[in-house]
């Protein structure tokens, strides 16, 4: 076999049918004869099944028209009549009448599931041929060495950001998403006993909170404060060395699965 | 033999079908006239597709209301820009999507002080209810939200054009404005994401398969 392994970038354009026919036929190939990748493929698919799986709230019957009455009054050069309020009004005692019905429906429906409605029972773990006890670790890794790569992004960017007042505003919408996907890894790597993630996590969630609050327009003396902040606690080295270390640690679990 | 080859094998079908619905062409030249009442034939139809969009891409029934009204109001504006050839529910949806991440930025600030108890919840492990009970609580549904609320607005959008619309990156690019390696990343990100989230859910179900 040789030591070429397709990234989860790759499985999920292969997934998603995204690459072309030889890429395909590669990744297949790999597939078969790799238990590791295949068991992180499996684990990929079963997980965007679920995703498939989600039931949302329907909205219940006479939708159409409440929805076509707010579209209506919102259209623009809406000629204002007493045609409109002729129909509304009825429309509208219909409404709540169909609201409520259809209130009770799907509260009816929400809590004993049957029948047709019910969604299609999943098939996710009749298809695991053997168990990977390192994959949910696996999957925290991967996306832990994304989240940190877009944080030593950020960081870097705040170090060079010119002095003098600036537009701060993709710094602090990447502050914000990297706050949102940084809890939920700390909470994934705290309950598989990663502690030392979950710590950095924290380190950087304090700084990245603090550019996420500030202002569109941050002044000299606030891009000051976060820089020693990022300096005063060795921050950037410290998020470059833990991705490092991920990365390694992604590496020795792929080829020990490979091994196994 | 592998148990999941049709996994290994097929590729991913497009969930959109591609033609345009046969009454779409006749509502729309007529609404493109100016005729109301056919613009609501095309609200009426298309009304709960674009909801559902809406509801995954804001996570709230009453936010995805907002967008749907504002969803076909742009529509309503831009109609004359619509060519005929091409079909009219991709056309409204994308107009839908961008609706909703308009609107989500709008929306107040994220409060970032709080840990959300939601991440908790959703990446909770535990002796939980079995796959099969969560399926039929519709707590699958309310997990998988959770984890598309974790996303960006972008991600969550090039993901939910991609997973459940079947868009291609290519018209992903063209709908969200992104280049090739801004969508293809917005989508992979958004896959890592869901992974961590709902690995939970998975290892509940592999816990009862092995109890069995």
Same mark, same amino acid.
């Given at each position: 076999?040789?030591?070429?392994?397709?990234?989860?970038?790759?499985?999920?354009?292969?997934?998603?049918?995204?690459?072309?026919?030889?890429?395909?036929?590669?990744?297949?190939?790999?597939?078969?004869?790799?238990?590791?990748?295949?068991?992180?493929?499996?684990?990929?698919?079963?997980?965007?099944?679920?995703?498939?799986?989600?039931?949302?709230?329907?909205?219940?019957?006479?939708?159409?028209?409440?929805?076509?009455?707010?579209?209506?009054?919102?259209?623009?050069?809406?000629?204002?009549?007493?045609?409109?309020?002729? /129909?509304?009004?009825?429309?509208?005692?219909?409404?709540?009448?169909?609201?409520?019905?259809?209130?009770?429906?799907?509260?009816?429906?929400?809590?004993?599931?049957?029948?047709?409605?019910?969604?299609?029972?999943?098939?996710?773990?009749?298809?695991?041929?053997?168990?990977?006890?390192?994959?949910?670790?696996?999957?925290?890794?991967?996306?832990?060495?994304?989240?940190?790569?877009?944080?030593?992004?950020?960081?870097?960017?705040?170090?060079?950001?010119?002095?003098?007042?600036?537009?701060?505003?993709?710094?602090?919408?990447?502050?914000?998403?990297?706050?949102?996907?940084?809890?939920?890894?700390?909470?994934?790597?705290?309950?598989?006993?990663?502690?030392?993630?979950?710590?950095?996590?924290?380190?950087?969630?304090?700084?990245?909170?603090?550019?996420?609050?500030?202002?569109?327009?941050?002044?000299?003396?606030?891009?000051?404060?976060?820089?020693?902040?990022?300096?005063?606690?060795?921050?950037?080295?410290?998020?470059?060395?833990?991705?490092?270390? /991920?990365?390694?640690?992604?590496?020795?679990?792929?080829?020990?699965?490979?091994?196994? | 033999?592998?148990?999941?080859?049709?996994?290994?094998?097929?590729?991913?079908?497009?969930?959109?079908?591609?033609?345009?619905?046969?009454?779409?062409?006749?509502?729309?030249?007529?609404?493109?006239?100016?005729?109301?009442?056919?613009?609501?034939?095309?609200?009426?139809?298309?009304?709960?597709?674009?909801?559902?969009?809406?509801?995954?891409?804001?996570?709230?029934?009453?936010?995805?209301?907002?967008?749907?009204?504002?969803?076909?109001? &742009?529509?309503?504006?831009?109609?004359?820009?619509?060519?005929?050839?091409?079909?009219?529910?991709?056309?409204?949806?994308?107009?839908?999507?961008?609706?909703?991440?308009?609107?989500?930025?709008? &929306?107040?600030?994220?409060?970032?002080?709080?840990?959300?108890?939601?991440?908790?919840?959703?990446?909770?492990?535990?002796?939980?209810?079995?796959?099969?009970?969560?399926?039929?609580?519709?707590?699958?549904?309310?997990?998988?939200?959770?984890?598309?609320?974790?996303?960006?607005?972008?991600?969550?959008?090039?993901?939910?054009?991609?997973?459940?619309?079947?868009?291609?990156?290519?018209?992903?690019?063209?709908?969200?404005?992104?280049?090739?390696?801004?969508?293809?990343?917005?989508?992979?990100?958004?896959?890592?994401?869901?992974?961590?989230?709902?690995?939970?859910?998975?290892?509940?179900?592999?816990?009862?398969?092995?109890?069995?």
């Amino acid at each position: 076999m040789s030591n070429w392994h397709p990234t989860d970038e790759d499985l999920i354009l292969h997934f998603y049918a995204e690459g072309d026919a030889a890429d395909a036929e590669r990744v297949d190939a790999h597939l078969r004869g790799c238990s590791s990748c295949r068991a992180s493929w499996m684990e990929l698919g079963e997980t965007l099944k679920l995703v498939d799986q989600a039931t949302m709230p329907e909205p219940g019957p006479g939708f159409e028209r409440v929805m076509w009455a707010r579209v209506q009054q919102a259209l623009p050069a809406r000629r204002p009549s007493i045609w409109s309020v002729r /129909v509304l009004l009825p429309v509208a005692a219909t409404l709540v009448v169909t609201a409520m019905a259809s209130g009770y429906a799907w509260m009816t429906w929400h809590r004993a599931p049957a029948g047709d409605s019910a969604p299609p029972q999943p098939q996710t773990t009749a298809a695991t041929p053997k168990r990977d006890s390192h994959l949910g670790e696996r999957v925290l890794l991967t996306a832990l060495e994304d989240h940190l790569q877009q944080a030593q992004m950020l960081l870097v960017e705040l170090k060079n950001a010119p002095e003098g007042a600036s537009d701060f505003n993709f710094e602090r919408m990447m502050a914000d998403e990297l706050i949102s996907s940084g809890r939920l890894y700390r909470v994934s790597a705290r309950q598989q006993g990663q502690a030392q993630y979950a710590q950095m996590l924290d380190e950087l969630e304090a700084v990245l909170l603090d550019v996420a609050r500030s202002d569109n327009k941050v002044g000299k003396s606030d891009l000051k404060s976060v820089r020693a902040r990022i300096e005063s606690q060795d921050l950037l080295f410290k998020v470059r060395a833990t991705s490092k270390q /991920v990365h390694e640690r992604q590496r020795n679990l792929l080829s020990a699965a490979a091994n196994e | 033999m592998f148990v999941l080859d049709g996994l290994l094998t097929g590729p991913r079908a497009p969930r959109l079908m591609k033609q345009m619905h046969p009454d779409d062409a006749a509502a729309v030249a007529k609404a493109k006239g100016g005729d109301e009442d056919a613009f609501r034939v095309l609200v009426e139809r298309h009304t709960r597709g674009v909801y559902r969009l809406a509801y995954r891409m804001t996570g709230k029934p009453e936010d995805a209301e907002d967008v749907v009204q504002e969803t076909f109001v &742009r529509a309503f504006r831009q109609l004359n820009r619509f060519e005929e050839r091409s079909n009219f529910a991709t056309w409204l949806y994308r107009i839908g999507f961008n609706c909703a991440i308009d609107y989500m930025r709008a &929306r107040p600030h994220r409060e970032s002080s709080e840990e959300p108890e939601t991440l908790e919840r959703i990446s909770g492990h535990g002796n939980g209810p079995g796959i099969d009970d969560l399926v039929y609580a519709g707590e699958i549904g309310e997990r998988v939200q959770t984890a598309l609320n974790a996303l960006s607005e972008q991600e969550r959008a090039a993901f939910l054009m991609r997973h459940y619309h079947g868009h291609s990156i290519e018209e992903i690019c063209g709908a969200l404005n992104l280049k090739t390696n801004a969508a293809k990343h917005s989508i992979f990100r958004a896959v890592k994401k869901m992974r961590v989230a709902l690995r939970p859910l998975l290892e509940s179900a592999e816990n009862a398969q092995v109890r069995r």
